[in-house]
């Protein structure tokens, strides 16, 4: 854990499911993204035929802020009395009950408007991802602060559901529990570009994450969110099991 990171508070913290960096599943995802999460720094990425680098890096730009992972605990502001210590040490608490599993085969799909690395649908191992994920909204929750009113606006101009709503006001994020979907997101809206540099961009993407990895879940990662807008970083890895 970088020390100068840990001690300083932060605009928002985020729990993610994320490869340990230096690993081949971190590298393979950041290169992909153009940004290390862990060391901060820009990395160059893929070279696709027939897609310029302006656009691959437009395409990446907003999975790319946040850095590569899964989210378990979508971004949230820590609530009034809370430090960054009780939330570290609340994370900590959370992977020390979880199992470490492997993760299914993971593809590339495109889900709605975007493109991810999901997991292969009918795979047992799914029960243990939505086990870790229910465990960081369920327990984590009442260290959050409440969702302002921009905030809930912003999410439900989306388009939620009655149920998706609800899960919005208890536990600030419409997509958990029975919602959640685990996802490693690799594009942005694809609207951004015409139809053939996203099939381009697409078949790309498939060719390159084809050699990725079985990737371990055994940890739950924690980033933050500097300042309002900034990259996310990576402050730590909480090793599950006891």
């Not at 160059?44 to 437009?58: P, S």
């Not at 697409?202 to 084809?210: K, R, T």
Request: glycine share 6%; hydrophobic share 45%.
């Amino acid at each position: 854990m970088n020390h100068t990171e840990a001690t300083t508070a932060h605009h928002r913290y985020a729990v993610y499911f994320a490869p340990s960096p230096g690993s081949l599943g971190w590298l393979a995802g950041s290169h992909w993204l153009g940004r290390c999460a862990a060391l901060l720094q820009p990395l160059q990425q893929l070279t696709i035929e027939g897609v310029t680098a302006e656009d691959l890096h437009r395409l990446t730009a907003a999975p790319r802020r946040y850095g590569w992972h899964a989210t378990l605990k979508a971004p949230f502001a820590l609530a009034p009395g809370t430090d960054w210590i009780t939330l570290h040490q609340a994370v900590q608490a959370v992977a020390h009950k979880l199992q470490p599993f492997v993760l299914p085969p993971l593809h590339v799909e495109r889900i709605d408007n975007f493109l991810a690395l999901v997991p292969a649908p009918s795979h047992p191992a799914n029960a243990a991802v939505h086990e870790a994920a229910a465990a960081c909204i369920t327990q984590l929750q009442s260290l959050a602060a409440p969702l302002g009113d921009a905030e809930l606006a912003r999410r439900r101009s989306a388009g939620l559901t009655p149920r998706q709503d609800a899960l919005l006001q208890r536990w600030g994020y419409p997509f958990v529990l029975e919602e959640f979907r685990f996802h490693l997101s690799i594009t942005g809206d694809l609207r951004q570009v015409d139809s053939q540099t996203q099939a381009l961009v697409l078949d790309a993407a498939q060719e390159f994450f084809a050699d990725l990895p079985t990737l371990k879940f055994n940890s739950l990662a924690l980033f933050a969110e500097p300042t309002p807008g900034a990259d996310f970083v990576l402050l730590d890895h909480l090793e599950m099991g006891a």
